[in-house]
């Protein structure tokens, strides 16, 4: 088995590390719901339980291809799909393009992908309509297409392995409306649902609103822009100049873990809380530590274990759920001490990997 990192820093990065720990025991039956029809944006919602092949029939090359590696929340998804890609036995090849702008980044590393030999493809898209010729090309192939995280349009994937963003960002939005039902005082928000365009950024968009409608949660305009720390960091800076009286500041995990600073900064704890409508390891620290309110889990980790899973299955020509996604659960500080954290996140001081050879 051979486990590859993509730079020398990484390399010895990792080298520094104490070694991260893959797992060798299964990780499944897990909790997760199906979706029926598959592939429906309002289908009906089944609790089951994923149950996940103990290995590969032979040693398969499957193609994972993702918007950027820039936040944590990626690198659970890569720590997913590479594990699950050892503890089955087939080869990996994961392609980053750099960030939600570089679309056609994304598109020229799947196809490159494709000629290199990949069996199955597996893709956390950049648009949610942009792929859709690549995916038809490669699907027309022969070539079974996952998606994972993010949510394509497209009617030649295979399977997805996702859950509801609108769901992620409803239960953020029901969480706050929870404490500012009708008739109490109003409460400012500040929104920030992340790269405009993005198929999970719409759906968690509008699952936020409709939580907090007949609330006395009132919504600034909301707050769109890429993921990266920087820009989020602006962007939450702009809003806090703009609206001195923000209660809170809700959206994507990287602008709770950027604003966490600021807000100490400018002494506004317990002023101005912060929530994330999906969790990474900052957040889960920043909750832990009481910086960060709350936020949803989608266990991302597991959404890459059953995309490489139903790849598998795809090209053994076994059965497999269409269309699954583990079981959402909001955490806060009341419960963060019963949540077990090696099923929502990569182990810490996990590195990112780019390649796994069998």
């Not at 769109?224 to 920087?230: I, W």
Request: glycine content about 10%.
């Amino acid at each position: 088995m051979k486990l590859v990192l993509k730079t020398a820093t990484a390399l010895a990065l990792s080298a520094a590390l104490p070694a991260i720990a893959f797992a060798e025991e299964a990780w499944f039956p897990y909790a997760a719901e199906e979706v029926t029809p598959a592939f429906s944006a309002d289908g009906e919602v089944n609790a089951v339980t994923y149950e996940a092949l103990a290995a590969a029939e032979k040693a398969w090359n499957i193609c994972v291809s993702f918007p950027h590696m820039k936040d944590a929340y990626w690198l659970g998804v890569d720590y997913g799909v590479v594990d699950e890609a050892k503890r089955l036995g087939v080869n990996l090849n994961l392609v980053e393009a750099g960030g939600y702008t570089e679309l056609n980044k994304q598109i020229s590393q799947i196809e490159d992908c494709v000629s290199g030999g990949a069996d199955a493809v597996v893709i956390g898209a950049i648009s949610y309509d942009g792929l859709n010729n690549v995916i038809g090309e490669v699907a027309a192939k022969g070539i079974p297409v996952i998606d994972v995280i993010n949510g394509v349009s497209s009617e030649d994937i295979s399977a997805k392995s996702l859950v509801s963003f609108k769901v992620m960002g409803y239960e953020t939005g029901a969480y706050l409306a929870a404490k500012h039902p009708a008739g109490t005082d109003p409460v400012q928000v500040g929104w920030f649902p992340g790269p405009a365009g993005a198929g999970w950024v719409e759906a968690a968009h509008a699952g936020f609103m409709e939580a907090v409608k007949g609330s006395a949660v009132e919504v600034l305009e909301p707050r769109f822009g890429d993921t990266g720390k920087e820009t989020q960091l602006k962007l939450v800076e702009d809003v806090l100049q703009a609206n001195p009286d923000v209660r809170y500041l809700a959206g994507t995990a990287v602008t709770a873990e950027a604003a966490q600073g600021l807000i100490r900064e400018r002494g506004l704890q317990g002023k101005v809380d912060l929530l994330a409508f999906y969790m990474t390891p900052g957040v889960y620290t920043g909750i832990e530590r009481g910086f960060i309110l709350a936020a949803p889990a989608d266990s991302m980790v597991v959404q890459g274990r059953i995309a490489i899973d139903q790849a598998v299955r795809i090209l053994e020509g076994k059965d497999y759920i269409k269309h699954v996604g583990p079981k959402i659960f909001v955490v806060d500080p009341e419960n963060i001490g019963d949540v077990e954290r090696t099923n929502i996140l990569p182990p810490e001081g996990f590195s990112p990997v780019f390649s796994v050879s069998n």
